[in-house]
């Protein structure tokens, strides 16, 4: 069956190989206040403003992702807390929770502006936040992140859990900087009460350095918590790409999130659609389709006919691969498809 005629007989949102996609990366804005060596150029050039959609039609978009049976709405970027208009959209959005229509709203984000919105957040139905942060060490995260306080990322989670926000940090693994750190910074997170996932760094977007240095495969984390640690598998499985284990001893959960050696491809639930409206059916590869486009011509309906097409076109795995000298998978930047 071609692609179009899949598209238009399926039932919303179910991808050829039986996946549905029920969850959505938004990214409102390219731009953050850091730039993570392993995400970022050290001058990295921003989109034009008038290249970024506004925030109506940023809730146009992401409305039609529910009419088509989207329960998640992740907003990332770039960082979604430098865009000033954000939690305008947040509160738009909202409207799709207190309708039933989606089960959750949530954000990514770097933490640096968290304590000014986690009380706003919580106010229109946020009930979780993943923050990043790879290191507690303030010399290692100023490095990381070419400039950054750590203090502002800590005082940001302090402030979510006071609003009674659940936190989830993410800390990407990486060779010469935190390796030492992680068994350190695991405890520090089950000690506040916050689950934390670990990442593998992965080759997407120029960054101007060797990813093969940064790199640091989570087998060998593993390996070496496991001489420390007691760690239980835990049978939850989101959809999405952590495999999770119960820290015995810190009785707190920890993820791996292992895209470069262990492809979590199979069971993939998510879209992910830029700031300027295109829609990436895989983080890992070129193929999208234009909904800015598709809204200015034809509205929601060209719009959900378009989503529905990239769908029936989803792809079924990446193909990743960090090696001396590769070229990245994907030229465009984590920070501009959304993390
Ligand atoms: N600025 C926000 C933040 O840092 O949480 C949201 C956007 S950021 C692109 C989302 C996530 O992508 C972060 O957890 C970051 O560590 C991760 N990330 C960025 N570049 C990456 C790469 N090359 N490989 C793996 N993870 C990456
Ligand atoms: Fe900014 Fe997040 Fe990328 Fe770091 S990982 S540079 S905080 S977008």
Do not use: W
């Given at each position: 069956?071609?692609?179009?005629?899949?598209?238009?007989?399926?039932?919303?949102?179910?991808?050829?190989?039986?996946?549905?996609?029920?969850?959505?990366?938004?990214?409102?804005?390219?731009?953050?206040?850091?730039?993570?060596?392993?995400?970022?150029?050290?001058?990295?050039?921003?989109?034009?403003?008038?290249?970024?959609?506004?925030?109506?039609?940023?809730?146009?978009?992401?409305?039609?992702?529910?009419?088509?049976?989207?329960?998640?709405?992740?907003?990332?970027?770039?960082?979604?807390?430098?865009?000033?208009?954000?939690?305008?959209?947040?509160?738009?959005?909202?409207?799709?929770?207190?309708?039933?229509?989606?089960?959750?709203?949530?954000?990514?984000?770097?933490g640096?502006?968290?304590?000014?919105?986690?009380?706003?957040?919580?106010?229109?139905?946020?009930?979780r936040v993943n923050v990043s942060l790879d290191t507690r060490e303030?010399?290692t995260y100023?490095?990381?992140?070419?400039?950054?306080?750590v203090?502002?990322a800590l005082?940001?989670i302090v402030?979510a859990k006071?609003?009674?926000l659940a936190v989830k940090i993410n800390a990407v693994a990486l060779a010469?900087d935190n390796a030492g750190e992680l068994a350190e910074l695991i405890a520090w997170a089950h000690g506040e009460g916050h689950e934390i996932s670990l990442i593998e760094?992965?080759?997407?977007?120029?960054?101007?350095?060797?990813?093969?240095?940064?790199?640091l495969s989570l087998a060998q984390v593993r390996t070496r918590l496991e001489a420390r640690w007691t760690l239980t598998p835990l049978a939850r499985r989101t959809?999405g790409p952590a495999r999770y284990v119960r820290v015995e001893e810190t009785g707190g959960t920890l993820g791996f999130i292992t895209?470069?050696t262990h492809?979590?491809?199979?069971?993939?639930?998510?879209?992910?659609?830029?700031?300027?409206?295109?829609?990436?059916?895989?983080?890992?590869?070129?193929?999208?389709?234009?909904?800015?486009?598709?809204?200015?011509?034809?509205?929601?309906?060209?719009?959900?006919?378009?989503?529905?097409?990239?769908?029936?076109?989803?792809?079924?795995?990446?193909?990743?691969?960090?090696?001396?000298?590769?070229?990245?998978?994907?030229?465009?930047?984590?920070?501009?498809?959304?993390?």
């Open positions: 069956m071609s692609a179009a005629a899949f598209a238009e007989t399926a039932s919303p949102l179910i991808d050829p190989l039986g996946r549905a996609v029920r969850y959505v990366r938004l990214s409102v804005t390219d731009r953050c206040d850091l730039r993570c060596v392993y995400c970022m150029a050290e001058r990295q050039r921003f989109l034009p403003r008038d290249e970024v959609l506004s925030v109506e039609a940023l809730d146009r978009l992401a409305s039609s992702f529910v009419r088509l049976g989207a329960r998640r709405i992740r907003l990332t970027g770039g960082e979604p807390l430098v865009r000033r208009d954000v939690m305008d959209l947040v509160r738009r959005l909202s409207r799709h929770l207190a309708s039933g229509a989606l089960e959750e709203l949530t954000l990514t984000t770097n640096t502006r968290l304590a000014q919105h986690a009380a706003a957040l919580a106010g229109h139905g946020v009930r303030p010399e100023r490095r990381l992140t070419r400039g950054g306080d203090a502002r005082g940001g402030a006071a609003a009674g010469d760094a992965m080759p997407i977007g120029e960054i101007g350095a060797d990813r093969t240095a940064q790199f959809a895209p470069m492809n979590f491809c199979g069971d993939c639930n998510r879209v992910r659609v830029t700031c300027t409206g295109r829609l990436y059916l895989c983080l890992g590869q070129e193929d999208h389709a234009d909904l800015a486009g598709a809204l200015e011509t034809g509205g929601e309906a060209a719009v959900e006919r378009a989503i529905r097409e990239a769908v029936a076109r989803k792809p079924g795995a990446h193909d990743f691969r960090i090696a001396a000298g590769a070229s990245p998978a994907v030229a465009r930047p984590m920070s501009m498809t959304g993390g």
